[in-house]
């Protein structure tokens, strides 16, 4: 099986004709035995041609054969389990492009979630409840707050909550946040603290903190005093998260913001994540992207893991580079690239006209960064909201692959909410991957300009221009993380209020179920192995309750996963299906 081209993979995207049924492939005179096989349904391949098979026959962790239910019988054997579909609807294995699995599941576990509080006054409330529930002088995070003010809280206001507590609540962004005063004590932050660079920590006139910190090296003042949780609610948390992604049809996560040891307050998971991916503790295939802050963290990184001679046991890629000398093929699976960040979100995002935005490098600083990650062979991921942060990306991204020729780089921006008219050639002559999230459309669209909203997430014109595109959800920066919410609104982009954005960025559900598996695996370099059910794929697949296909578009955010398959193994079921 050769590689899929940008070109292929993006006609395919565009492909809308009637599917046909998927031959079988040539048996020979002793057949293989599967070890597993699904019959009796409708096997959505999402391969080059939009085939639909009736069975599926998988031995081990790859796809044996495709093709009707009476020949791919003809793969069983005394020990092959059978799934009988009884009509139900397959699909590849969803890829879920942009989430972080151990924030995520701290926030369902152990967090105060303010998702979805339509008030000041219930925020208030509910950070009080904890406060009253919890022991004195025990840290207390919160995450979710929804509105777009930097000023919608203030230490004050936290103060009046609890000053038993140190308390740290964060934007649903995860890109400012409020601390009050013992939180603020703890980070050593006060009136003499001045704001680490690409960040903000504001004081009032009398010279004092206001409790607003501003994009990650802020929230670090105070998020390195937070106390290690224990080993056993670190892996709970990160189980859990993986968990409610299989549940959920996901069978391989992008973690794109992942912070190794010494780069935070949360450095503490890494060294366990790894060891739970490593393994195959998790339901979940994953792919990590080292979050680097610095220009130091660059170098110190990519000399660590690709070019350094020796080894510093004292660096925080220590662990990950060891990993990678004692398993070079575990490695290879877990390994995405390196994340950076340009610019922040909301009011802090990188648009043009916006005079609160606030860069995180500047122009020189960061061409400077992808330059090192670029020539030492590997995939750069950028945080970039606005306009004018893509734009600014784009010429990074050019001036780099000028000066050092490289072979599909596949360089990836993630969010790229809505870019300016000139990006989009721009876009397709780099051959940059954009990860995007349709889901933001159903409770943020309504937030977007009357006049441009239409253009928010706009996948139809990335489309057009054969851009890649790959769908990720962005927990816990976003509630609704279900995939069937980022394919329903792909589809019909209306928001929660009942406006619709209209009709110019929709594309059919055949094509938005593409970017969630075969567009999200590209943008790993997965390609090969996984996204489409063909044979000697990687057998991650999903039985769903209906047919995405053919259901009304609102009925598409309902959809159940019945059976979550990774690997040829069963990972999820809501029922026993195999005999």
Known sequence: MGTLSRRTFLKCVGAAGAASLLPCMSIASVRPEASLILFNGKIVTLDKGDALAQAIALKGERILALGPTAEILAYAGPQTARIDLQGKTVTPGLIDSHAHLPPFGNRELN?????????????????????????????????????????????????????????????????????????????GVDAATTSPPGSWVEKGLNGKPTGLLVHYPALYLVRRAIPKPTDGKIREAIRHAASLYCREGVTTVHDNFVMLTGMSANDEFFGLYLDMAAAGQLPVRLKIWPYLPTLADVREG???????????????????????????????????????????????????????????????????????????????????????????????????????????????????????????????????????????????????????????????????????????????????????????????????????????????????????????????????????????????LVVWDRDFLTVKPEAIREAKALTTIVGGKIVFSRETPAA
């Not at 219930?122 to 707050?145: C, D, H, S």
């Open 111 to 187: 967090w105060v979630n303010l998702q979805g509080l339509a008030s000041k006054p219930e925020i208030l409330e509910r950070l009080a409840a904890r406060a009253r529930q919890t022991p004195k002088g025990q840290f207390i995070n919160a995450w979710g707050v929804e509105s777009a003010e930097l000023s919608y809280l203030n230490r004050d206001d936290l103060d009046q909550v609890t000053t038993e507590h140190p308390l740290l609540v964060v934007h649903t962004t995860g890109q400012w946040g409020f601390a009050n005063s013992p939180a603020l004590a703890l980070g």
């Open 302 to 540: 990519v000399s660590e893991l690709f070019t350094a001679r020796q080894p510093n046991p004292a660096s925080p890629f220590a662990e990950l580079a060891a990993f990678k000398r004692q398993s070079p093929e575990g490695f290879a699976r877990l390994w995405g690239g390196m994340k950076i960040a340009i610019d922040g979100s909301g009011p802090t995002a990188g648009w043009y006209r916006n005079r609160q935005a606030l860069m995180l490098h500047e122009p020189g600083e960061l061409e400077e960064m992808v330059g090192i990650i670029h020539r030492a062979g590997q995939q750069v991921s950028v945080h970039a909201v606005g306009n004018m942060a893509v734009d600014t990306m784009l010429t990074v991204f050019e001036s780099v692959q000028k000066q050092h020729p490289r072979p599909d780089p596949r360089h990836r921006i993630e969010h790229a909410m809505m870019p300016s008219e000139t990006a989009f050639k721009r876009l397709r002559k780099t051959g940059i991957v954009i990860s995007t999230h349709p889901q933001f459309i159903y409770p943020w669209g309504q937030q977007w300009n009357a006049q441009t909203r239409h253009q928010f997430i706009p996948l139809r014109t990335y489309l057009d221009h054969d851009i890649p595109v790959a769908l990720g959800a962005d927990p816990p920066a976003f509630s609704l993380w279900q995939p069937q919410y980022a394919l329903w609104q792909a589809v019909a982009r209306v928001t929660r209020q009942g406006t619709s954005l209209g009709s110019r960025e929709a594309i059919t559900i055949r094509q938005a179920l593409r970017l969630q598996t075969l567009g999200s695996a590209y943008a790993a370099f997965q390609e090969r192995e996984t996204g489409s059910l063909e044979p000697g794929k990687l057998a991650d």
